[in-house]
């Protein structure tokens, strides 16, 4: 039944004002990391940011340029909220140096390890990062008013821990089906920077056939739908 409803929401999703910007914003970041001129670059995408941004920053920015974007677009929806929130996830997940902390990452730090997502090998992991997320977050706004209604004796799950354990399948579920778009991801980035750049519009067109490919992987893993 989650699949069910989560499915229809997803096949309009492409049309989300707030899903799309956030993945325009996570190819132009970066691409950004590339320039010398850094924080400009960041500054001429609409976020607020300082001369020395850490990652931090420029997740919080990214989340208020999305803030700012649908303000004065319009277009605001509990699907665009949950991408914002992907993608800031996402950012600071693959952004942040593994040995590190998150809060004493240096500018040049936060520029070079978004200019390492620049590759399409790397943007491929942010991609399916940020679908990761964004699938576990969709599939939870469904099953979140439903699951607490399980944990008991009678019930589906036993304990609080066998709820847990419930999620922790949901993560790696979400994980799973989001390989097919880390496959298409990378070349798609780097042949469309190449022919004329990464454009609102040729993103919207990325997340849709994105979330098509995912829509097909999530009712492969159905009972009774496939596999």
Known sequence: ATLDASERGLASAAKDAGLVHSVWLLTQLPLAARSEEFAARLQKLGLEIGT??????????????????????????????????????????????????LFETTAP????????????????????????????????YFLSRELSNYVSG???????????EFNQGLDLYCRQATRIVEEFSGGWFSKTNYEGGITPEKAARFVHVALKKLRAELARGEPGRGQ
């Open 154 to 164: 009678e019930g589906r799950f036993a304990n609080v821990e066998a709820h847990a």
């Open 109 to 140: 730090t936060a520029q070079e390890a978004l200019k390492g997502l620049s590759t399409p090998k790397q943007f491929s992991t942010l991609a399916r990062e940020f679908f990761s997320r964004l699938s576990r977050k969709y599939l939870s």
């Open 52 to 101: 020395a941004p850490s990652v931090l920053e420029v997740a919080g920015a990214l989340a208020a340029g999305a803030d700012e974007h649908l303000r004065r677009k319009g277009g605001r929806t509990d699907l665009g909220e949950m991408a914002q929130m992907a993608a800031c996830e996402a950012l600071v997940a693959l952004g942040t140096p593994a040995t590190g902390s």
